[in-house]
């Protein structure tokens, strides 16, 4: 038997609606709704000015001439990385290398001597002459592995001692799809792109990481869109590690999250056809019990890289007369 739900009517605001009032009026204005029912959790009508309705609220509720609008959803995010980036050092207005390492060793004094690594996030490519190394790196913050991500989420900018932590060294080799870059003779020189990110720096990263940072990391991703007035996110690379700490978050919140997540499920190419099968079922046995707050939508496949390193699959070569590669056939 179905519990019937509280209907309830939105009056005297100004409110906007996406059902087509959005679009701008001879007068530069936007037209606006007059009536808003909510029926439970979800938007059953909406009226404009002028239209005729029945009452069909159980309660009123008067605005005051508060403004209404829908939330915000973010179709494209990535909750664990955007909750570990909270709290790494912000690089993305950097605008040049003397910038990025004041920025480091202002967080590496602020971290004192138990710290054991220092991360931080944004940088442009743009910002450094020439492609970032290790020994850039290395000459303000040398005694704790770190891990910088790209702005584009596509490549990691490691110190010596990660590189270390890593087990990276001459000796090993780039993953199908991914590169480490490499000083000549042959050793790593500090740039890990595209799947050498994801298999060795992410990998590294999550090795290292508890249940319970990935719970926080959420949580403060989570909380951080909710207040900026975000309702839904999408998250595009959904792993075992990311549902678990999300499933945990919604679990002790009682199956309600701050923001509705969808997401996707990050299916890697592992060479098999099999393996990548399996990558495909493990989603559809997940999805099988979706919330109104929490639910696997889809899988994501990357195909190549991006414009900032160059990896990005063209039809022509970039200005250095290199391209990228396809990350599946």
């Not at 009056?11 to 009536?35: F, H, P, Q, W, Y």
């Not at 700490?245 to 997401?263: F, N």
Request: hydrophobic fraction near 45%; charge should be negative.
């Amino acid at each position: 038997m179905t519990t019937p739900t509280t209907r309830t009517a939105l009056v005297n605001g100004r409110i906007l609606s996406s059902s087509g009032t959005l679009e701008a009026v001879a007068d530069g204005t936007l037209a606006e709704a007059d009536r808003v029912v909510i029926d439970g959790d979800h938007i059953a009508e909406v009226h404009l000015p002028g239209t005729t309705h029945a009452a069909s609220a159980d309660v009123t509720e008067d605005l005051e001439g508060r403004f209404v609008l829908p939330g915000f959803v973010d179709s494209h995010v990535h909750l664990l990385w955007l909750g570990a980036g909270l709290s790494s050092v912000a690089l993305t207005d950097a605008g040049d290398l003397a910038e990025i390492r004041r920025r480091l060793v202002d967080a590496r004094e602020s971290l004192g001597s138990e710290a054991t690594m220092l991360r931080g996030r944004g940088w442009l490519f743009d910002a450094i002459d020439g492609e970032p190394t290790a020994a850039m790196l290395d000459e303000v913050v040398s005694d704790i592995p770190v891990f910088l991500d790209s702005n584009d989420m596509h490549s990691i900018w490691v110190n010596t001692a990660a590189l270390e932590a890593m087990g990276i060294d001459a000796t090993t080799t780039d993953p199908a799809g991914g590169r480490i870059s490499r000083l000549p003779d042959g050793s790593p020189a500090g740039m890990l792109y595209e799947r050498a990110a994801h298999e060795l720096g992410w990998a590294y990263l999550s090795s290292v990481t508890s249940n319970q940072d990935r719970e926080r990391h959420i949580g403060l991703a989570l909380d951080a869109f909710a207040a900026a007035g975000v309702t839904s996110v999408v998250d595009m690379g959904m792993d075992e590690d990311g549902w678990r700490a999300l499933c945990g978050v919604a679990q002790r919140s009682e199956g309600r999250l701050p923001v509705r997540v969808s997401a996707h499920w990050l299916v890697v190419d592992t060479g098999d056809a099999q393996r990548n099968l399996d990558q495909v079922n493990r989603v559809l046995e997940l999805r099988n019990d979706p919330t109104p707050w929490l639910e696997l939508v889809g899988i994501k496949l990357v195909l190549d890289g991006v414009i900032d390193a160059c990896t990005a699959a063209l039809n022509y070569p970039y200005a250095n007369g290199t391209n990228g590669d396809l990350l599946w056939s």
